[in-house]
C-alpha cells in the first residue's frame, strides 16, 4: 500500500500530532490567549502563535535569563523563519528547538556517538563545536537566484547538511513543476533548450548530477528522478560540493531527519521512497543517511543533555 497525505494512517498521526499541541497549548500557556491568533473554531486548525508571539514557539529553558533565550533565538534570524514558523507544526521552530539550544549550551558535542538507521556514526567525523553549527545556511553553489536554506549545516573539513522533517507529507518535490514550468520529465519541452527548466535558467544542478548520481544527463528520463526528492539533492551537493565548486564527495554527507511515527517516512510513504530511491542512484551510497528524530532525542538523554529540553520535547511533541 503506498501511504499518503489522504490516507487514514496519515491522518490519525497528523490528529494525533494537533491533538497533542492543543493539550500542550492548554497546560504550557492557560488563559494566555494573547499569544495566539485568534479562530471561531481553534479545534479546526493547530495552535498558531501571533506574529509578536512567534519565539514562543520555540522550547526555552524555565530558568533561562532574557539574555539565554535571546541567544537561543538568535540562532536562526527572523528574516529566515519559513512562512509557517508561528505553527505548531512547524518543523522549523523543532530544529531551533533542539540545535538552537544545543548551540546555545554549547552542547553539540553530546552528539558524537549518535548512529543512524543502519548503525553508521552521523556525526563523529564532523568538528562537533557550536561555531560550525548553523541554522538556515545558504546553498550557493547551484547559482539559484535566491540560495537554498539548509536545515542544520556542519561546517569544516568534513560537512553535513541536514534534513529535517516533522508532518512533512514528502521529502521535497521541484517546484518547477508545481508552478507549471515542466511537465514531470526530464526532456525538452514546453519551449525550454535543455531537458531541464532549471538548467535552462542558468542553475547547475544537472551540471553535478552524473558526478553524484547514475543518473545521465544527457538521455531523458520520465519521470525526472529529481521530481520527488529534490530537497534531498540539495542536501547531498551542500556536503559534497565544496565552497570552490568542486565535487569531493569523501568530505561529507547528508541526513534526513524524520519523525518515525510519520507514515510518509515509512516503508511505502513517499519521504521513505524518495529516501530508497536516492540511495539506490548514489555512486557513493553513505553520502546520505537517515536517523529519526526519536533515535536522536534518545541519544540526548543518555547522555544527560539538557535534561530539561527532552522533558519539553516529550510534553510538546511526544518525542
Same mark, same amino acid.
Given at each position: ?28 500557556? *492557560?488563559?494566555?490567549? =494573547? ?5 471561531? &473554531?481553534?479545534?479546526?486548525? #493547530?495552535?498558531?502563535? /501571533? ?120 521529502? *521535497?518535490?521541484?517546484? =518547477? ?5 515542466? &511537465?514531470?520529465?526530464?526532456? #525538452?519541452?514546453?519551449? /525550454? ?127
Amino acid at each position: 500500500m503506498v501511504i499518503n497525505a489522504k490516507s487514514s494512517e496519515y491522518r490519525n498521526y497528523r490528529e494525533k500530532l494537533i491533538s497533542r499541541f492543543w493539550n500542550y497549548k492548554q497546560a504550557r500557556f *492557560g488563559t494566555e490567549e =494573547s499569544l495566539f491568533e485568534q479562530e471561531d &473554531n481553534p479545534q479546526a486548525r #493547530v495552535p498558531v502563535f /501571533s506574529k509578536s508571539a512567534a519565539g514562543w514557539n520555540v522550547l526555552i529553558a524555565p530558568d533561562a535569563t532574557e539574555e539565554k533565550r535571546r541567544q537561543v533565538l538568535a540562532q536562526l534570524p527572523k528574516a529566515s523563519r519559513h512562512r509557517w514558523f508561528r505553527s505548531m507544526t512547524s518543523t522549523q521552530a523543532l530544529v531551533q528547538s533542539v540545535f538552537g539550544n544545543l548551540k546555545a549550551y554549547d552542547s553539540v558535542h553530546l552528539l558524537k556517538g549518535l548512529v543512524d538507521d543502519q548503525g553508521l556514526p552521523l556525526f563523529d567525523t564532523a568538528v562537533l563545536t557550536a561555531e560550525n553549527v548553523s541554522m538556515g545556511h545558504p546553498l550557493t553553489i547551484l547559482n539559484e537566484p535566491v540560495p537554498a536554506s539548509i536545515d542544520i549545516f556542519l561546517s569544516g573539513p568534513f560537512r553535513i547538511a541536514v534534513q529535517c522533517a516533522l508532518m512533512e507529507q514528502d521529502a *521535497g518535490k521541484c517546484s =518547477s513543476v508545481t508552478w507549471g514550468h515542466c &511537465n514531470g520529465s526530464y526532456a #525538452v519541452q514546453m519551449g /525550454s533548450q535543455e531537458r531541464c527548466y532549471l538548467t535552462d535558467k542558468g542553475l547547475r544542478y544537472w551540471e553535478y548530477i552524473p558526478m553524484v548520481f547514475s543518473w545521465g544527463g544527457n538521455v531523458n528520463h520520465s519521470p525526472c528522478p529529481l521530481q520527488n526528492n529534490f530537497q534531498l539533492v540539495r542536501r547531498i551537493f551542500s556536503a559534497s560540493v565544496g565552497p570552490d565548486g568542486k565535487l569531493s564527495p569523501k568530505r561529507g554527507h547528508a541526513i534526513l531527519l524524520y519523525d518515525d511515527r510519520n507514515p510518509a517516512f515509512r516503508k511505502g510513504g513517499k519521504g521513505f521512497e524518495a529516501y530508497e530511491s536516492i540511495r539506490a542512484a548514489l555512486r557513493y551510497p553513505t553520502l546520505l543517511r537517515k536517523c529519526s528524530w526519536q533515535r536522536l532525542i534518545e541519544h540526548m538523554r543518555s547522555r544527560s543533555a539538557l535534561p530539561w529540553l527532552t522533558v519539553e520535547l516529550e510534553k510538546k511533541y511526544g518525542l
